[in-house]
T-cell receptor
Framework: KQEVTQIPAALSVPEGENLVLNCSFT??????LQWFRQDPGKGLTSLLL?????REQTSGRLNASLDKSSGRSTLYIAASQPGDSATYLC????????????FGEGTQLTVNP | GAVVSQHPSWVICKSGTSVKIECRSL??????MFWYRQFPKQSLMLMAT?????????EQGVEKDKFLINHASLTLSTLTVTSAHPEDSSFYIC??????????????FGPGTRLTVL
C-alpha cells in the first residue's frame, strides 16, 4: 500500500527566505507526482506536476524535483512571501491505480512579514 | 485547467438528517469524478470514484449506503450523506478527471464543502 509522508508538518520562516518542503513515498512505481496548495477552508490548487520520467518542474518561484528511485520529491520555494502561507500537499498517482491519488498529510507553511 | 464548483460551500445540519452536496464540472464533460474527505489537520482521503451512468466505486471502509453517490450527467455528481452524525462532520472535496493529450491524466478540485453535524 502506497504511503506518502511530508516533512516537516509545519514550518515558519521570515519573509524572503528560501525553503524546501519534503515528500517521500514508499512505492516507487508511480505515474506522476503533484504538489498542491490549500488555503484554510478551501479546495486544492495544483502547483506543479512531475511525470515519472521527469526530474523537475519549475513555475515562477517554485521548483519541484523528483527522485523516483529513492521515493523522494522536494518543493523549493524561493524568496518566500507572506502570500505563500498555506498548506502544501504532495500526491502520487501510481502506475497501476488508475486515477487514484494518494496524498501526504501536508506541510503547513507560515511566512512572517 | 477545468473549473469545478461545489454547492453548498458549507452546511450545518441536525444529527439524523440527510445532506446532499453537489459537484459540477463547469467547462468540460467529466465521465469520472472523485469524492474526498478531509478531517482537520489531516490529508485528503479518497472516499469513492463516481462514474457517469454507472455505480460508484467505494474505497475500503466507506459505507456505500451511508454515502450515496449519483453521477447522472457528465457535469454533475452528488454526494448524499444519509442519517448524518457528528462524526461525519468534515470537509468534503470533489475532483474531476481530465484526460488530455500525450497521455496526461489530471484531477481538478472543487472548493470543498464544510459539513457540520450537530
Amino acid at each position: 500500500k502506497q504511503e506518502v509522508t511530508q516533512i516537516p508538518a509545519a514550518l515558519s520562516v521570515p519573509e524572503g527566505e528560501n525553503l524546501v518542503l519534503n515528500c517521500s513515498f514508499t512505492d516507487s512505481a508511480i505515474y506522476n507526482l503533484q504538489w498542491f496548495r490549500q488555503d484554510p477552508g478551501k479546495g486544492l490548487t495544483s502547483l506543479l506536476l512531475i511525470q515519472s520520467s521527469q526530474r523537475e518542474q519549475t513555475s515562477g518561484r517554485l521548483n519541484a524535483s523528483l527522485d523516483k528511485s529513492s521515493g523522494r520529491s522536494t518543493l523549493y520555494i524561493a524568496a518566500s512571501q507572506p502570500g505563500d502561507s498555506a498548506t502544501y500537499l504532495c500526491a502520487v498517482k501510481e502506475e497501476t491505480s488508475g486515477s487514484r491519488l494518494t496524498f501526504g498529510e501536508g506541510t503547513q507553511l507560515t511566512v512572517n512579514p | 485547467g477545468a473549473v469545478v464548483s461545489q454547492h453548498p460551500s458549507w452546511v450545518i445540519c441536525k444529527s439524523g438528517t440527510s445532506v446532499k452536496i453537489e459537484c459540477r464540472s463547469l467547462d468540460f464533460q467529466a465521465t469520472t469524478m472523485f469524492w474526498y474527505r478531509q478531517f482537520p489537520k489531516q490529508s485528503l482521503m479518497l472516499m469513492a470514484t463516481s462514474n457517469e451512468g454507472s455505480k460508484a466505486t467505494y474505497e475500503q471502509g466507506v459505507e456505500k449506503d451511508k454515502f450515496l453517490i449519483n453521477h447522472a450527467s457528465l457535469t454533475l455528481s452528488t454526494l448524499t450523506v444519509t442519517s448524518a452524525h457528528p462524526e461525519d462532520s468534515s470537509f468534503y472535496i470533489c475532483s474531476v478527471r481530465s484526460q488530455g493529450g500525450l497521455g496526461t491524466d489530471t484531477q481538478y478540485f472543487g472548493p470543498g464543502t464544510r459539513l457540520t453535524v450537530l
